[in-house]
């Protein structure tokens, strides 16, 4: 086995926090909670499915609203944003106003609608809908948290439904998806590819 090349690599020092000196690719939605007498929605790019089940989760911080709103409340929802959708998404990060809750400055002013089984707002227009109930809290990771939930209910657009007889990459390529590239940016993915997988590869 070849050793690392250190004329082509450069190793990170890990006393430091290395993610913000490599790009990464990763899904980009927005949770949405109830907060006191109104709703919260934050975007999120540390989120994932958790398993092959129905579960989801997504990183979050003590210093934010979304983490006590989930703990009070036990309940989350998920949107997944459309590509043109980035600007209603990035609003949605907008900070809190000192003499205004955030519900009134901003949630209020970004399309949504309510969740079916749970009391948290969803976007408008995005193509993919979870409805969570809180699976438990992951503690430790320094001050961050990993927030898991089952997923209660799931809705998707009828233009992004995986169904045998349509062809994915054409699918895809009418209906792109958004991601971000961390830190800071992101992309429209509307040209993919079949994965070559291994023959008699299982999951």
Not at 66 to 78: D, E, M, P
Not at 184 to 193: E, M, N, W
């Amino acid at each position: 086995m070849d050793v690392l090349r250190k004329d082509s690599v450069i190793t990170l020092n890990i006393d430091l926090p290395i993610w913000d000196r490599v790009f990464t690719i990763a899904p980009m939605v927005v949770i949405g909670t109830k907060e006191n007498d109104g709703y919260d929605l934050a975007p999120k790019h540390m989120a994932t499915p958790l398993g092959f089940g129905n579960y989801f989760g997504f990183v979050c911080t003590p210093r934010h609203g979304t983490y006590h709103n989930v703990k009070a409340n036990k309940q989350f929802s998920v949107s997944f944003p459309k590509p043109e959708q980035i600007v209603s998404t990035s609003l949605s990060a907008s900070p809190r106003k000192t003499k205004l809750s955030k519900s009134h400055s901003i949630v209020e002013a970004l399309p949504t609608f309510k969740a079916t089984l749970i009391d948290a707002p969803l976007i408008k227009d995005a193509y993919f809908f979870l409805e969570c109930e809180l699976f438990k809290v992951i503690e430790g990771f320094d001050d961050y948290s990993i927030i898991t939930g089952t997923i209660k209910a799931a809705h998707v657009h009828k233009d992004y439904l995986k169904v045998s007889e349509k062809d994915e990459q054409e699918q895809l390529h009418k209906n792109p998806l958004l991601a971000y590239i961390a830190t800071g940016r992101f992309a429209k993915i509307s040209d993919t590819y079949s994965f070559p997988f291994p023959k008699d590869f299982k999951r």
